[in-house]
Antibody, heavy 120, light 108 residues
Framework: QLQLQESGPGLVKPSDTLSLTCTVS??????????WGWIRQPPGKGLEWIGS???????YYNPSLKSRVTISVDTSKNQFSLKLPSVTAADTAVYYC????????????WGQGTVVTVSS | SYVLTQPPSVSVAPGKTARIACGGN??????VHWYQQKPGQAPVLVIY???DRPSGIPERFSGSKSGNTATLTIGRVEAGDEADYYC???????????FGGGTKLTVL
């Protein structure tokens, strides 16, 4: 059964870069024709899509975050990553990674989520 | 930008049917997915491609669309169905995933 696991710092200082990694187990990112996405959820609020990446490297980003976000894939480590520079308190959220069959598809498998707090 | 509108809350008695609406302009032309999220847990896909159920999701969960509204229907509601529910589409005009604001289902 495919599993996704987010990892990264739980506390980030304002104006620093938030960096998270999602490790894909029981499957190969390179051999599977899936999209891999990041979604976040601020405390007490709803879900916000950040972006998705194809194993070959093509990406789709939320226009509201596009100028700040970079999603990349490392097939050698079976991981994909999120970088969000210049963070503020508004970036405090639970960050989830998830799988899609195509960019317009549902997210069928999710990681457990990781809490990221932006605070000095 | 494309917006999906959900009621903040829906209440239903055990054993009854819950209907959660998701409104969006011309949603009939889009594919709608639905998620269930319980407190402290990651979302779980309960309906994809408007009305299909993933393996392991009870038949009590169904999805439909009519006009500018998609609906998640939960039949014979149980206490364990109490959760937040989110609809999701892909907006082709901006190439982005859009989530509804979420609906809290309360089982009375």
């Amino acid at each position: 059964q495919l599993q996704l696991q987010e990892s990264g710092p739980g506390l980030v200082k304002p104006s620093d870069t938030l960096s998270l990694t999602c490790t894909v187990s029981s499957d190969s990112i390179y051999s599977s024709s899936f999209y891999w996405g990041w979604i976040r959820q601020p405390p007490g609020k709803g879900l916000e899509w950040i972006g998705s990446i194809y194993y070959g490297g093509s990406t789709y980003y939320n226009p509201s975050l596009k100028s700040r976000v970079t999603i990349s894939v490392d097939t050698s480590k079976n991981q994909f990553s999120l970088k969000l520079p210049s963070v503020t308190a508004a970036d405090t959220a639970v960050y989830y990674c998830a799988r899609q069959f195509t960019a317009d598809d549902a997210f069928d498998i999710w990681g457990q989520g990781t809490v990221v707090t932006v605070s000095s | 930008s494309y917006v999906l509108t959900q009621p903040p809350s829906v209440s239903v008695a055990p054993g009854k049917t819950a209907r959660i609406a998701c409104g969006g302009n011309n949603i009939g032309s889009k594919i709608v997915h639905w998620y269930q999220q319980k407190p402290g847990q990651a979302p779980v896909l309960v309906i994809y491609y408007d009305g299909d159920r993933p393996s392991g999701i009870p038949e009590r969960f169904s999805g439909s669309k009519s006009g500018n509204t998609a609906t998640l229907t939960i039949g014979r509601v149980e206490a364990g169905d109490e959760a937040d529910y989110y609809c999701q589409v892909w907006d082709t005009s901006s190439d982005r995933v859009v989530f509804g604001g979420g609906t809290k289902l309360t089982v009375l």
